[in-house]
Nanobody
Framework: QVQLSESGGGLVQAGDSLRLSCAAS????????MGWFRQTPGKEREFVAR????????YYADSVKGRFTISRVNAKNTVYLQMNSLKPEDTAVYYCAAALVETSVRDPADFRSWGQGTQVTVSS
């Protein structure tokens, strides 16, 4: 069973950047598509970005397209989320998760092994 641990969150101002990391342990994720999601209190977990196991295919929510970039370094068993031009509406707890199957795209139910999350707060 893979364990995922997110880091890199913090308090920033609108327009700033952050890079989140998702480190995997327990087993390799090099053959697993990975996703980033976010959640705010009282709302359902929301899809942010997804990357194929090779890193050659990425997919983004419309709300972050052009501002966020998902990437991975399989040799480090780590997935990243570079977030630029942050907005107050990006404030949330950010989670990474492993896809159940390669065809898992954006439904949280199709992902597993959720990390504990990292808080991102963007002030206006």
């Amino acid at each position: 069973q893979v364990q995922l641990s997110e880091s890199g969150g913090g308090l920033v101002q609108a327009g700033d950047s952050l890079r989140l990391s998702c480190a995997a342990s327990g087993r390799t994720i090099s053959r697993t598509a990975m996703g980033w999601f976010r959640q705010t209190p009282g709302k359902e977990r929301e899809f942010v970005a997804r990357i194929s196991w090779t890193g050659g295919s990425t997919y983004y929510a419309d709300s972050v397209k052009g501002r966020f970039t998902i990437s991975r370094v399989n040799a480090k068993n780590t997935v990243y989320l570079q977030m630029n031009s942050l907005k107050p509406e990006d404030t949330a707890v950010y989670y990474c998760a492993a896809a159940l199957v390669e065809t898992s795209v954006r439904d949280p139910a199709d992902f597993r092994s959720w990390g504990q999350g990292t808080q991102v707060t963007v002030s206006s």
